[in-house]
């Protein structure tokens, strides 16, 4: 072969061979967080995105937290949004606009002067909670910060009015307002129910799933659908059949890596220290001024279906109420008053029916003759003779 010739041949077969390895770039499968420009994500999103909607504080030991705002009866994991069950185990849909954030990534801690707060984290999960069943009821609470799905298996301690116990049958309903005990039962519960194990690791990060849909299944009698996580741009959270649309990057760094430090805009320093976890009923109904500040321009005046603390929740009336005296309004300490419905009044009794008296019956024999004694006028039977006719003899 021609040595010019022979040139040209190898040049041609690089040619084919860069060809080829770029047409399998192209045709490489996507991962779960290439859709995300994670050289750009940190927790300026968090800042950015939540701060509409609540009020920034920066804590001198916690650093920033976050106050959603919302009125006094909030509760994570329990106000406006439901459970499903998809891949990754028991996953928190919210329906506000920074659920995607709040019920995903970071934790809950409870001031009784700022209310609930969120702490941030990166780790996404399908909710930062710990699960628990006994008695028939399942139930759950925010982890506080400082916990994960390896400390929070055995040994996770939080206020008891921290939990929410549901029976298994509505664990999915969202209605749960309908169905909670109210904490007034919770000290019961918590004594007589174990610490559900369910986790699940990937990418590096362990998870709490929960649990099972054959335990729930089991537990409920009825069948548990199962959704599909699938990635979203969108930071509200859309159910579309048996998908779920979430905006979900896997890690999400304090700083990203072109930059991007900066704190929140409009943050304000905290008026006073956030304290350890506290329980919920110690609040008094008084909120911080800044506070009811934000409420007003948050419009978060509006009452979320069973957080009126001041009126019984009323079911949809297109759906079917089971009879449930025990529908509780959140941060209520002491029982409601619980009047049942007036009773329907029961029908009259029929009249009774006449007795018909039946005549005696004939004896079956007749009775012997009687004679009367004049003496004794005592009746006694009378003799009876028979005579017996003696036949003529024939004449001859």
Known sequence: MHPHSSRIFCMLRLGLILIAVAGMQLVAPVTASAQYEEEYLSYKDFYETLAPYGQWIEDKEMGYVWMPGEDINF???YTNGHWSMTEYGNTWISDYPWGWAC????????DDYYGWLWIPDGNWGPAWVSWRYGDGFYGWAPLAPGHDAATSLTRYRCPDDW?????PRYLYTGTYYRFWYGPRD???LIENSAIIVNTMEHGGTQYITGPAAAQVK?????TVPLFKVRNSR?????IQHDEIRMFRPPHIPQVSAGGGGNPPKNVMAAPQPVRKPQAVVKNSGSVPPFRETVISRNNAGAITPGTDINRTAEPQHNQTKEVNPYEWDVSRSVKQDYTPPPKKPAPPKPAPKPVVRRKPSRPATKP????????????KPMKVQTVTATPPAPRH
Request: charged content about 20%; hydrophobic content about 30%; cysteine-free.
């Open 75 to 77: 509760r994570p994991y």
């Open 103 to 110: 019920f995903h990534y970071g934790r809950w801690t409870y």
């Open 163 to 167: 939990w929410v116990f549901i029976p």
């Open 186 to 188: 919770n000290k019961h």
């Open 218 to 222: 089991q537990a409920s009698g009825k």
């Open 234 to 238: 969108n930071r509200n959270t859309r």
């Open 368 to 379: 012997a003759a009687v004679r009367i004694d004049s003496a004794s006028r005592v009746h």
